[in-house]
C-alpha cells in the first residue's frame, strides 16, 4: 500500500486546512487510517485515525472539537480537516495505515504503512 499526503501549506492561526491522504490501493475491510504528526525537535505524535468500515474515529486530545477525520471510499481517500489551527499545530504530518480490524492503535510502531508528509505551518 503507498500513500499520498497533501494539501499543507502556511496558514495563520484561527485559520482552515484540509489534508487529503489517497491510497494506492483499496484498503477498505479492517483497515485504520491515521495521522499523526511530528514538530521540529518532538517525537511524532498521534493526531486521528478512522476506520475505513463503519468510520469510527478516535481524536488525540490536542485536537479534539477542532480536527476531523473522514474518508471517501470511492476515491480511496482519507480527510484530515483542521480547523481553528494554532501555531502548536505547525508540524510535519504523515499519514499511516494499519489493518487493525478490532481496534483503533494511536502508537506510531503500531502503523504499517506510511505516507511521505506534507508541512502545516501556522503563523501567530
Known amino acids: 500500500v503507498q500513500l499520498q499526503a497533501s494539501g499543507g501549506g502556511l496558514v495563520q492561526a484561527g485559520g482552515s486546512l484540509r489534508l487529503s491522504c489517497a491510497a494506492s490501493?483499496?484498503?477498505?475491510?479492517?483497515?485504520?487510517m491515521g495521522w499523526f504528526r511530528q514538530a521540529p525537535g518532538k517525537e511524532r505524535e498521534f493526531v486521528a485515525a478512522?476506520?475505513?468500515?463503519?468510520?469510527?474515529?478516535y481524536y488525540a486530545d490536542s485536537v479534539k472539537g477542532r480536527f476531523t477525520i473522514s474518508r471517501d471510499n470511492a476515491k480511496n481517500t482519507v480527510y484530515l480537516q483542521m480547523s481553528s489551527l494554532k501555531p502548536g499545530d505547525t508540524a510535519l504530518y504523515y499519514c499511516?495505515?494499519?489493518?487493525?480490524?478490532?481496534?483503533?492503535?494511536?502508537?506510531?510502531?503500531?502503523?504499517?504503512?506510511w505516507g511521505q508528509g506534507t508541512q502545516v505551518t501556522v503563523s501567530s
Open positions: 499511516a495505515s494499519k489493518l487493525s480490524p478490532w481496534t483503533i492503535p494511536t502508537t506510531e510502531a503500531s502503523y504499517d504503512y
Open positions: 478512522i476506520k475505513w468500515s463503519g468510520g469510527m474515529t
Open positions: 490501493e483499496r484498503t477498505f475491510i479492517g483497515y485504520v
